[in-house]
């Protein structure tokens, strides 16, 4: 079959209405116009699982093909996810998951998984935060958020101990998605870091206070916090490390991917055994993936048995739109929302919701030698 002759209209995500405005399920009643009490809720909560079936059973139902090339394959991969969750409402945490974007690893995809998962989040429904506490502010500037020298920023935060709730700006783009911006001063803080009280501790502080502020404000309380670190494990990574329950790790799928890695889980540990006991590794994403390669498919393979549950299912493409996105001021999500990337993006986000709907994800058990 020609992959890409599936019957499906897609549509962006209008947040107003909280749907998409050409969901692919006829008759899906719009549930943001349910109230707030807890029926509503419950009622809310089974209109969303109702057409989330709904949605996986027309996906499952496309015709399967010889799909005997990777572009066939991809293509009908691509509509499979367009229509399963396009315009999906993502469950909400029971309370705020703050999540650390770490890997010692520069130029992996840190920054680009968490503009776009954040943006995915936000675009299905959720309040989301992103922290940018590196001091090249790529992810400000992805997000469109304006970061010259004088604008308030996380620099201010962490060594004036500014407010957060004085620095967040949202996205002009995505309605919901918040961003703490860094500034070039930021670079000079790992050093005037060191000198502080408290000096491990100062981000943590910061969103605490933020989030017993956005509760007694009109500012939503975020669903999520991801927290986009640089690449290595100075003072500013050490702060994102103790302000969050759970790192998300992007892992590219090339030849040096795992060197290192072990390096970044002995930090880990070392920040759980001193500082932060609720500290773990609760999600890992394979990012610039090639299906035509032997190393990407074998990369992933290694991954995927040394962390079989922390592995989302989807894997991000190597994609030009992906790359293209931030120098548009965007994410890929609102720059080419039906790109393959932005649906990769759109599905690691979606799993991420649902394995967090039921609380914080536990830590795995240990492994049995
Ligand atoms: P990090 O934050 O880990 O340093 P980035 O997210 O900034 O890494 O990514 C490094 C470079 O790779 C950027 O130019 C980005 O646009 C590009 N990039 C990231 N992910 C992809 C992808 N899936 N496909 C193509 N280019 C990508
Ligand atoms: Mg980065």
Known sequence: MAADSSPVATAPVSRETGSASESPVAGAPTP??????????????????????????????LPHGDHDTPLARAVAEDARKRIALTGRVFPKPPTTRVLTVANQKGGVGKTT?????????????????????????????????????????????LVEGTPMMDVVQECPDIPGLWCAPATIDLAGAEIELVSLVARETRLQRA????????????????DYVLID??????????????????VFIPIQCEYYALEGLSQLLKNIELIRNHLNPTLHVSTILLTMYDGRTRL??????????????????NTVP?????????????????????SSGALSYLGAAAELADRGAAGPVPPPAPAQN
Do not use: K, W
């Open 207 to 222: 969103i605490t206070a933020y989030l017993l502020q956005a509760e007694s404000s009109d500012r939503p309380t975020p």
């Open 296 to 313: 990407s498919a074998q990369v992933a393979d290694e991954v995927r048995t040394h962390f079989p549950e922390q592995v989302l299912r």
């Open 32 to 61: 943001s116009h349910v109230g707030d009490s807890a029926a509503a809720e419950d009622a809310l909560a089974a209109v969303v699982s109702r057409e989330t079936e709904q949605r996986e059973e027309l996906a499952s139902s």
């Open 229 to 246: 670190c640089p690449p290595s494990l100075g003072l500013l990574t050490v702060n994102a490390f103790v302000a969050a329950q759970e």
């Open 113 to 157: 998984t968490t503009v776009n998962v954040a943006a995915a989040l936000a675009q299905a429904g959720l309040t989301v935060l992103v922290i940018d506490i590196d001091p090249q502010g790529n992810a400000s500037t992805a997000l469109g958020i304006d970061h010259h020298a004088e604008v308030p920023s996380i620099y201010d935060v």
């Open 318 to 338: 190597r994609s030009v739109r992906i790359s293209e996105a931030p120098s548009h001021g965007q994410t890929v999500m609102t720059y080419d929302p039906n």
